[in-house]
């Protein structure tokens, strides 16, 4: 079992920067793809970024924006975010796969391991 914490969720000026953790517990998630979904009320869960490997990859609404990294060592990974939008406000979740698994990075049902979330405001 992995069990996940979001960090560093808070009250953001649009335009500005802030930086979400996940710490991972339980076991490594060097052999994991790792997410970051977000949910704001009123709509369902959707794709942010995701790390599989070495590689990255951003839903168009982040792109350019957003910074998903790992860090093996420590077991966590992250989630820089810049230039801020209001229309970013939402609970963050973390999300890591199985290991070595093979399919999608896309959807919610690719992640067997989730966190408790961690909410994003975002003033304007």
């Known amino acids: 079992q992995m069990e996940l914490v979001e960090s560093g969720g808070g009250l953001v000026q649009a335009g500005g920067s802030l930086r979400l953790s996940c710490a991972a517990s339980g076991r490594t998630i060097s052999w994991s793809n790792l997410g970051w979904f977000r949910q704001a009320p009123g709509k369902e869960r959707e794709f942010v970024a995701s790390?599989?490997?070495?590689?990255?990859y951003y839903s168009d609404s982040v792109k350019g924006r957003f910074t998903i990294s790992r860090d093996n060592a420590k077991n966590m990974v992250f989630l820089q975010m810049g230039s801020v939008k209001p229309e970013d406000a939402a609970l963050y979740y973390c999300?890591?796969?199985?290991?070595?698994?093979?399919?999608?990075?896309?959807?919610?049902?690719?992640?067997?391991?989730w966190g408790q979330g961690t909410q994003v405001t975002v003033s304007s």
């Open positions: 790390i599989v490997g070495g590689s990255t």
């Open positions: 999300a890591a796969s199985t290991p070595f698994y093979s399919g999608s990075y896309y959807y919610t049902n690719d992640y067997t391991y």
